[in-house]
């Protein structure tokens, strides 16, 4: 699951700061709904490093537009939802937030949302997204009603090349070479996979690359979208995969170790492998080991087709934008939606590192890194589809569920099981 980096690091606002929050109302009285002009209230879960390279993005923005002021406030990700739902039922909401697919559908739905269609029409047509991208912005009833802006490029096999040469391995680049690397460094002594299931999201890292190779990219919105159940034969045969996957070259411990314990215990060498997004390239030379070098001791190669006939898909997460309908300031917050959303902004963070940009108008050399160069052209364009976070994107109990089946799947292998515990919460198919 995405937003990775944050949920290890997610810090608590203090009482009187959450008071502030669900008292405020969007942004001030001055200016009218269509000047470029105001007090913007912008809610996001960036801290630390994130937080000053958000503001720097902010910082392009205020520039352009003097009259408009943007207020930043940070709120752990873990209590963004909550927030964001008492917030507009009160009809005091954020002129603009951070959210994911989930609850984007939910205020969607209530008709909360300012409709960003006409700036969408725009992207698409100028090439700075794909169609697939547009779907992830999408809200109930089909109107774009959020944008992009910070992405994510899941399915990445981590590793240290100088180690992979002394194993004798090259590059994997079919499963089948790669299930042999993970049996060759097994009989050498050495686990082939860090998971750091612990805390249950990176369970979800191994699930979605693997229901995008195996069932396609078709099956794998189809049961984000609930058209179809957990128990198509294409999803069975996926997560029988992944099941085989867990049962011969897990760990013992991965259930026990968290996400950072188990990247550094990969840096160091206990683990061959680890599969994770492209934030490894910044978290691991940061809470690991800062002589980490990105692209000499620390490399990616991206998890091979399943199936060749499979088409191509990649599986991404990220975090995108909503505008609220109620804002004071609606000029104001479309030119900041559509600024969050243009390759000017994202290259900002872009030339920061620990950041792939969604608009495809980012160039990749701007990139600090051979890694975040490498991943950013995989992020999807062209016919390539994109496979958001699937527990990101569904939510709620059903997403509660999955983390924790997924992790009975590590104990027991029960396909079966884990299908019917799947198909009891989720039964959007059934409907």
């Avoid at 939606?337 to 950041?355: H, P, R």
Wanted: with cysteine.
């Amino acid at each position: 699951m995405n937003i990775v980096l944050r949920r290890y690091r997610v810090r608590l606002v203090t009482a009187a700061v959450a008071t502030v929050l669900v008292a405020s109302a969007c942004g001030g009285d001055d200016g009218g709904s269509g000047d470029l002009a105001g007090e913007l209230r912008v809610v996001t879960n960036w801290t630390g490093s994130e937080g000053d390279a958000f503001q720097k993005v902010i910082d392009g923005f205020e520039k352009k537009n003097p009259d408009i002021h943007v207020k930043v406030e940070q709120v752990p990700f873990d209590q963004t939802q909550a927030l964001l739902t008492q917030q507009f039922a009160q009809g005091a909401p954020p002129d603009v937030s951070v959210a994911l697919p989930g609850i984007i559908r939910t205020l969607s739905g209530q008709h909360l949302l300012l409709d960003l269609d006409d700036t969408w029409d725009g992207w698409i047509a100028d090439g700075d997204y794909p169609e697939s991208l547009r779907q992830v912005a999408e809200g109930a009833e089909d109107a774009t009603e959020a944008v992009y802006f910070k992405g994510n490029v899941n399915g990445l096999i981590w590793y240290d090349p100088t180690k992979l040469a002394n194993w004798g391995i090259q590059v994997p680049t079919t499963w089948d070479d790669f299930l042999a690397a993970a049996g060759k460094v097994k009989a050498a002594g050495v686990e082939p996979f860090a998971v750091g299931g612990k805390d249950g999201w990176p369970l979800t890292q191994w699930a979605d690359p693997v229901l995008l190779r195996v069932a396609g990219p078709d099956a794998f919105h189809d049961l984000a979208d609930g058209k179809i159940g957990w128990d198509d034969d294409r999803v069975v045969q996926a997560f029988t995969v992944l099941s085989d996957l867990m049962r011969d070259y897990f760990p013992k411990n991965a259930l026990a170790a968290g996400f950072i314990d188990a990247t550094c215990a990969r840096a160091k060498g206990t683990y061959a492998f680890q599969n994770q997004g492209a934030f490894v390239n910044s978290i691991a030379p940061a809470e690991c080991d800062k002589n980490i070098k990105p692209g000499k001791t620390l490399a990616f190669f991206p998890m091979p087709a399943y199936d060749e006939q499979v088409p191509a898909a990649q599986a991404v997460s990220g975090d995108l934008f909503i505008g609220a309908k109620a804002t004071k300031h609606e000029a104001a917050t479309r030119a900041l939606l559509e600024y969050l959303g243009s390759a000017e902004a994202q290259t900002i963070w872009a030339k920061l590192g620990g950041y792939i940009a969604p608009n495809l108008k980012v160039p990749a050399d701007v990139y600090p890194t051979s890694n975040d160069q490498a991943a950013a052209k995989l992020w999807p364009k062209g016919d390539v589809e994109a496979g958001y976070d699937l527990d990101d994107w569904i939510g709620g109990e059903i997403q509660v569920t999955y983390t924790q089946a997924l992790g009975q799947l590590v104990r027991d292998h029960s396909v079966d099981k884990f299908v019917t515990t799947m198909n009891k919460v989720d039964t959007r198919a059934a409907k």
